[in-house]
């Protein structure tokens, strides 16, 4: 069993920054790709951004030039700072975690609205 600490959403204006990080711990070997997806109802959930293990990363065009994703390996946590947040970035944010077997787990999400 693999858990999750997730922090850092909340209510921001537009323009504004937060930074998201998640903790994985339990029942993980090998984590490999670390990430972040958002949801909005009735949407599909989407990568907002990834990192391996080695550090190479990828981003949603979205997000691309706004977001930084990074990790700290030995913590097997990830972070994502979001800056210049725009209304459309409001969704929930869920932190994944793959391990070398492919095997992808599920933070539970946390809330970020971005609203005047």
């Known amino acids: 069993q693999v858990q999750f600490v997730e922090s850092g959403g909340g209510l921001v204006q537009p323009g504004g920054s937060l930074r998201l990080s998640c903790a994985a711990s339990?029942?993980?070997?090998?984590?490999?790709?670390m990430g972040w997806y958002r949801q909005a109802p009735g949407q599909q959930r989407e990568l907002v951004a990834s990192?391996?293990?080695?550090?190479?990363?990828n981003y949603a065009d979205s997000v691309k030039g706004r977001f930084t994703i990074s990790r700290d390996n030995a913590k097997n946590t990830v972070y994502l700072q979001a800056n210049s947040l725009k209304p459309e970035d409001t969704d929930v944010y869920y932190c994944?975690?793959?391990?070398?077997?492919?095997?992808?787990?599920w933070g539970q999400g946390t809330q970020v609205t971005v609203s005047s």
């Open positions: 994944s975690v793959v391990d070398s077997w492919g095997r992808q787990y």
């Open positions: 339990g029942s993980i070997f090998s984590v490999y790709v």
């Open positions: 990192i391996t293990r080695d550090g190479d990363t």
